[in-house]
C-alpha cells in the first residue's frame, strides 16, 4: 500500500497541473473574448452616435456609410464567433442589412411631390420638374435599429 502513495501522490499533482492549465486557457478565453465584445461595441457605439441627427449632416450621410462599410465588415467578422447560437441568425440578418443599403435608403426619396405650375407669372410657358422630398430622417433612423440590433445581440 505505501509503494502506491508516490504514485497516486504524481497522479493528483498531474492532475492539479492539468487542471490549473486548463483553467487559465478558459480564462484567457473569456479575457479575449470579452475585449473583442468591448472593442465591437465602442466601434458600434460610435458609428451609432456618427448617424446621429447632431453629429453628422445629411448631405454627408451617404459618404458616412460608403467609408463606413470595410471596418463594419471586418469588425462583425472578427466578433460573429462570440456570438450566441440563439442570436446568430438576427446578428447575420442586421450585419447584411446595414452592407445593403444603398445610397437611396438613406435619402429615402419622396417621388409624389406634385409637379409645380407649368405658367410663370407673367403667363409664360416653362417646364418645371418637381424638387422630389428627401428624408434623410428615415435613413437614420433604419441605420440606427440595423446598429443597435448588432449591438443587442453581442451582448
Given at each position: 500500500?505505501?509503494?502506491?502513495?508516490?504514485?497516486?501522490?504524481?497522479?493528483?499533482?498531474?492532475?492539479?497541473?492539468?487542471?490549473?492549465?486548463?483553467?487559465?486557457?478558459?480564462?484567457?478565453?473569456?479575457?479575449?473574448?470579452?475585449?473583442?465584445?468591448?472593442?465591437?461595441?465602442?466601434?458600434?457605439?460610435?458609428?451609432?452616435?456618427?448617424?446621429?441627427?447632431?453629429?453628422?449632416?445629411?448631405?454627408?450621410?451617404?459618404?458616412?456609410?460608403?467609408?463606413?462599410?470595410?471596418?463594419?465588415?471586418?469588425?462583425?467578422?472578427?466578433?460573429?464567433?462570440?456570438?450566441?447560437?440563439?442570436?446568430?441568425?438576427?446578428?447575420?440578418i442586421a450585419r447584411d442589412a446595414y452592407l445593403a443599403i444603398t445610397p437611396a435608403d438613406i435619402e429615402c426619396i419622396d417621388n409624389t411631390a406634385t409637379p409645380q405650375p407649368n405658367k410663370d407669372e407673367s403667363g409664360n410657358y416653362m417646364q418645371r420638374f418637381p424638387n422630389p422630398t428627401r428624408h434623410y430622417d428615415t435613413g437614420r433612423k433604419n441605420i440606427r435599429n440595423h446598429l443597435e440590433t448588432l449591438i443587442e445581440c453581442s451582448k
Open positions: 500500500m505505501k509503494d502506491y502513495i508516490p504514485i497516486i501522490a504524481i497522479l493528483v499533482a498531474i492532475g492539479i497541473a492539468y487542471w490549473h492549465i486548463v483553467s487559465a486557457k478558459n480564462r484567457d478565453r473569456r479575457r479575449d473574448s470579452d475585449n473583442l465584445r468591448r472593442v465591437f461595441h465602442i466601434y458600434i457605439t460610435n458609428l451609432h452616435e456618427k448617424f446621429s441627427t447632431k453629429i453628422t449632416k445629411d448631405y454627408d450621410l451617404i459618404s458616412l456609410h460608403k467609408q463606413s462599410k470595410d471596418g463594419f465588415r471586418s469588425q462583425c467578422n472578427s466578433i460573429r464567433s462570440e456570438i450566441y447560437e440563439m442570436h446568430i441568425a438576427m446578428f447575420d
